[in-house]
């Protein structure tokens, strides 16, 4: 698409801006380290990214529905995304060279420990959250229509976050739910039909929790 020559010239000067801002705030970081300052450096951007994810959390939890729950939270996940990938970069230098040297967590593991304990563990999210998904499986199991998008995308940011985020905040229950489910359903066909009947239902389920999985469950769930 062609653009009139005022609007390319803008573009390139906001681009030449922004590359000048970059090495500008790369260089400080650089210029902080050597002074042996980066400690102080790593301990600010922490905390300037707890204190902005709990503003974004008390802006989601202050306004969302239970309809738009997962929707809203994937809006949340990427803006915190793609807000740590802008530091991770502008911080570089800190990473490779103190972070490493003194063992500590690199930026963005650490932004992904704030965002589990933040947003995800706050205590009006963590059981919401928890009824959100497993609703939706609910729902999709009695072939109801469901937002599958928001639903991978939520099911791979607990697992981004740490295996055992995703075992604990989805899987176990998960697992317990789904035990309860077919339990009941079993209970429910044997009464009502005949065991062929029965093996041909229980086969067709088999075939949609694999489906189930390979569509936005993580594969881990599938291991014994």
């Not at 000048?20 to 650089?30: A, C, D, T």
């Not at 807000?83 to 570089?92: A, E, N, P, R, T």
């Not at 930026?107 to 706050?122: A, M, N, T």
């Not at 940011?157 to 998960?174: Q, V």
Request: charged share 35%.
């Amino acid at each position: 698409m062609r653009h009139s020559p005022d609007i390319d010239e803008r573009f390139n000067s906001l681009h030449t801006h922004i590359k000048k801002i970059y090495k500008k705030i790369s260089r400080s970081v650089y210029n902080l380290v050597q002074e042996k300052k980066a400690q102080f450096v790593y301990d600010s951007v922490v905390k300037e990214v707890e204190t902005y994810t709990q503003k974004k959390a008390k802006t989601f939890l202050a306004n969302v529905s239970e309809e738009s729950f997962l929707s809203d939270l994937c809006v949340v996940w990427k803006d915190h995304k793609s807000s740590m990938k802008v530091i991770c970069d502008l911080m570089m230098y800190l990473d490779n060279i103190y972070v490493v040297a003194k063992d500590l967590k690199p930026l963005f593991q650490k932004s992904l420990e704030i965002f589990r304990d933040v947003v995800v563990r706050h205590e009006d999210a963590r059981d919401r959250l928890r009824h959100v998904l497993l609703d939706h499986i609910r729902r999709d199991r009695k072939n109801e229509v469901i937002d599958r998008i928001s639903l991978k995308t939520v099911l791979g940011m607990l697992h981004e976050i740490g295996k055992e985020t995703y075992r604990t905040e989805f899987e176990i229950p998960f697992l317990k739910f789904t035990k309860d489910f077919y339990i009941a359903e079993t209970n429910t066909i044997l009464r009502e039909n005949t065991c062929t009947v029965y093996l041909v239902k229980a086969t067709k389920r088999l075939r949609e929790e694999d489906d189930r999985v390979a569509q936005y469950l993580n594969i881990c769930t599938l291991k014994p």
